[in-house]
């Protein structure tokens, strides 16, 4: 079981969900509302793993793009990397093999929040 869980903030919290869900197949756990509407927290999930996320612009520090990323293992990465770039990703890198291994992708969602997909499975 996992201990610990990426969060992240969205200027637009809902169509976050969506993008997620649509370009990188995460399925919706939980979402929770303010009584304005806003996206306080939301949980997602892709396989056993989650993510959370909610509205607004969190600190207004962004790390450069190899300081922080988040890694998910996927075991077709030509289909989810299609499937990203027909829902919009912007593809930073694409698929690639590696020496070790693996077959990896890298995308920015539109946050600009950046997600390294892979077949290696630490």
Do not use: C
């Not at 990426?6 to 200027?11: D, E, I, K």
């Not at 509205?55 to 990397?81: L, N, T």
């Not at 694409?94 to 499975?121: C, E, H, I, K």
């Amino acid at each position: 079981m996992s201990s610990i869980f990426p969060v992240f903030r969205y200027p637009d919290a809902h169509a976050a969900v969506a993008f997620l869900r649509d370009a990188f197949g995460f399925t919706v756990q939980e979402v929770h509302e303010g009584p304005d509407g806003d996206l306080r927290h939301a949980q997602l999930r892709y396989g056993d793993d989650l993510v959370m996320l909610a509205s607004g612009a969190g600190p207004q520090v962004r790390p450069a793009d190899d300081d922080h990323r988040i890694y998910v293992v996927v075991d077709d990465i030509d289909a989810h990397h299609a499937r990203a770039a027909a829902a919009g990703a912007e593809i930073v890198v694409a698929p690639f093999d590696t020496d070790y291994g693996s077959r990896d992708y890298t995308a920015r969602d539109l946050a600009g929040n950046v997600w390294s997909f892979g077949t290696y499975r630490p």
